[in-house]
């Protein structure tokens, strides 16, 4: 019996070791691999009718867990990648049976999600960007073969927001408000592009966050004009730290700040990478330092947005979160030209793991609270929705409104925010639409929400 090292951590000694060996059905080879208590657990390869190749990679507990490959039954390779509990989960491929590429990116259940690129039968690119739950939500591109035809929003695989269409040479041809993949009748209105600064600035409430963010950026003006003239600048971290409940606006700024360094000479994008710890710890051996260095690489030249931080920090020590952690303040110092990480989570728990780790303490000193929104900024944040989406609220609406968020922020003390607010308006639709499908005089009512609407969606 051999040794399982990645076990060593977390199982005491006696349960240190697996046993490898070939299960056979029908005199054909069904499983040739490591199996832990008769479970398959560790490298193993399973046979469809001892011949084919059905799957290689590692298990735990009878189930795909880590990285492995898919095969079909005529030996093409299906899937490539992670998994977790049998379904794709983390980063991988999907293959078609002629071996192109048609799916390359993150997952979540067996369902794209995450930052992603799709692919045709013939192996060119028709979209990259993001996903959510298998569908386009969020950033992403376009493509018809090869070109570019669309950079914007998208809303469940539909064009949804501010977007730009090119023609074949690469010219704008429309710039503006798309709903549900059809341009808005206004022809090409174009967006104003305001300044991340102005656009910082003009966000609903977080009068403190904008305070403290100016402050950080009036310190990076000076010490700029402070070069230019040959000056001493101080050598101050420009990593935070950002606290506070779920939809306080925490990713939205961080978005802001990394265009707001690149304007200022900090970074040479400005673009932003979420992840989370999932995305930094791996389940086995060597898988948790790649993780962190492919997240780096994506994030260099910009920031890198690491949500619920805290996770990463175990106090048993019986996972490889601290592994993930040295990783990533080393990278941080060979790429501190060039990088910025803002972590963030709940503020006690932050606060918590920042003491953990001296190098930590060192590189993250400026941390910035995101308090909760206030209830007439919520109702700020869902006129935004509707306005947005072509809705608007009727006045009886207010003096509700206002009641039930007071309601459910004194209820909730993890209360979430502006992603309550989003939660709302979604319901909303639903409640509007039921109500108004039967009308003779639909029309009328379509863009409209009464006060039934609200207490209905309120209800769900």
């Known amino acids: 019996m051999e040794n399982s090292k990645f076990l060593s951590t977390i199982l005491p000694e006696e349960y240190y070791y697996k046993k490898r060996l070939k299960r056979k059905e029908n005199k054909f080879i069904t499983y ?30 009878n189930l795909f867990h880590g990285n492995g490959k898919m095969y079909r039954g005529d030996g093409t390779i299906e899937y490539d990648g992670e998994w977790r509990n049998c379904y794709g989960h983390g980063n991988g491929r999907i293959y078609n049976k002629n071996g192109k590429i048609q799916y390359e990116g993150e997952w979540i259940n067996n369902l794209p999600h995450g930052f992603g690129k799709k692919f045709d039968e013939n192996g060119n690119i028709i979209y990259e960007g993001q996903y959510s739950n298998g569908l386009k939500n969020g950033k992403g591109k376009e493509y018809i073969n090869g070109k570019l035809i669309y950079d914007g929003e998208w809303i469940n695989g539909f064009k949804h927001g501010q977007g730009k269409e090119f023609d074949e040479n690469g010219n704008i041809i429309y710039e503006g408000i798309w709903i549900n993949n059809q341009k808005t009748p206004e022809k090409n209105i174009l967006i104003e592009k305001l300044d991340p600064l102005e656009e910082l600035n003009s966000l609903i409430g977080l009068d403190s966050v904008k305070e403290d963010v100016n402050k950080l950026i009036n310190f990076i003006k000076v010490q700029n004009l402070r070069k230019e003239k040959g000056m001493i600048i101080p050598n101050l971290s420009l990593h935070l730290v950002f606290t506070g409940n779920p939809g306080t606006g925490k990713t939205t700024v961080a978005r802001l700040i990394a265009k707001i360094y690149k304007n200022l000479g900090i970074l040479s994008n400005g673009h932003l990478v979420e992840v989370d710890r999932s995305d930094l710890v791996g389940e086995y051996v060597g898988q948790t330092a790649p993780k962190v260095k492919k997240k780096i690489k994506e994030a260099l030249g910009g920031v890198l947005f690491i949500d619920e931080a805290y996770s990463l920090y175990s106090e048993s020590g ?14 941080m110092e060979d790429n501190r030209k060039n990088l910025i990480v803002i972590v963030a989570g709940y503020k006690n728990e932050m606060k918590r793991f920042i003491k953990s780790n001296p190098g930590l303490e060192s590189r993250f000193n400026k941390f910035i609270h995101f308090h909760n929104y206030s209830s007439k900024d919520l109702y700020k944040i869902l006129s ?6 072509y809705y608007s609220l009727d006045e009886t609406t207010y003096d509700y409104l206002i009641k039930q968020f007071k309601h459910f922020k004194e209820k909730d003390k ?8 989003r939660n ?37």
């Open 318 to 331: 019986m996972d490889y979160g601290h592994e993930a952690i040295n990783t990533l303040l080393k990278e």
């Open 414 to 421: 993890n209360f979430a925010n502006a992603r309550f607010v």
């Open 32 to 61: 040739d691999g490591e199996y832990l208590n008769n479970l398959k657990h560790g490298f193993g390869k399973e046979y469809i009718k001892g011949e084919q190749l059905g799957y290689e990679g590692f298990w735990s507990n």
């Open 424 to 460: 709302l308006f979604e319901k909303m639709l639903i409640t509007h639409s039921t109500r108004i499908v039967n009308l003779e005089n639909i029309d009328d009512y379509l863009d409209k929400f009464e006060l039934i609407d609200i207490q209905e969606a309120f209800a769900i």
């Open 384 to 389: 935004y929705f509707c306005n947005k989406n």
